[in-house]
């Protein structure tokens, strides 16, 4: 089982930046791959990025290409979302989630970190 623990989350304004990060831990030896969804008032979770922990580049959701990078330490099993340019819209609780090996779907996360921008 991995567990997942996030950071960074905070109150901005319209325009700023901030980063997230997210260590696993536990049974980080079966890890595929590991990202970023958020969920916002009223809405569903949706995904934002992620990375095969084995190699390539991230992918990302539209709405956050050119504004959001995600970033990983392979030895401390780390993620990081560095979030620029931040809109209102992007007010959201992040969740940091992992998938494992032989899994379909995302099935580890963490317990969520609040993100507020303000116009």
């Known amino acids: 089982q991995v567990q997942l623990a996030e950071s960074g989350g905070g109150p901005v304004q319209a325009g700023d930046s901030l980063r997230l990060s997210c260590g696993a831990s536990?049974?980080?030896?079966?890890?595929?791959?590991m990202g970023w969804f958020r969920q916002a008032p009223d809405n569903e979770r949706e995904f934002v990025a992620a990375v095969r922990w084995g190699g390539g580049s991230p992918e990302y959701a539209d709405s956050v290409k050119g504004r959001f990078r995600l970033s990983r330490d392979i030895r401390t099993h780390t993620i990081y979302l560095q979030m620029s340019d931040l809109k209102p819209e992007d007010t959201a609780v992040y969740y940091c989630?992992?998938?494992?090996?032989?899994?379909?779907?995302?099935?580890?996360w963490g317990q969520g970190t609040q993100v507020t921008v303000s116009s």
């Open positions: 536990g049974s980080t030896v079966y890890i595929a791959a």
């Open positions: 989630a992992a998938k494992s090996y032989g899994a379909s779907a995302f099935n580890s």
